[in-house]
């Protein structure tokens, strides 16, 4: 199953992200910094569909 989470990138988001992404789901992150964006990505394992610090 695909699944969006907003706020993935820290704190619960990111942990139910880990948590679904241990269960064999498709999970796709959802957050205002880049940076943590780029780290999340980094320590889940996943593949980056886009990435950018250019959302208003």
């Known amino acids: 199953m695909d699944i969006v989470i907003t706020g993935g990138t820290s704190g619960i988001g990111y942990r139910i992200a880990k948590d679904l992404i241990a269960e064999g789901h498709q999970v796709i992150i959802i957050?205002?910094?880049?940076?943590?964006?780029?780290?999340?990505?980094?320590?889940?394992?996943?593949?980056?569909?886009?990435?950018?610090?250019?959302?208003?």
């Open 31 to 56: 957050g205002q910094d880049a940076a943590k964006g780029r780290a999340s990505v980094a320590q889940l394992a996943i593949i980056p569909l886009w990435l950018s610090d250019e959302i208003q």
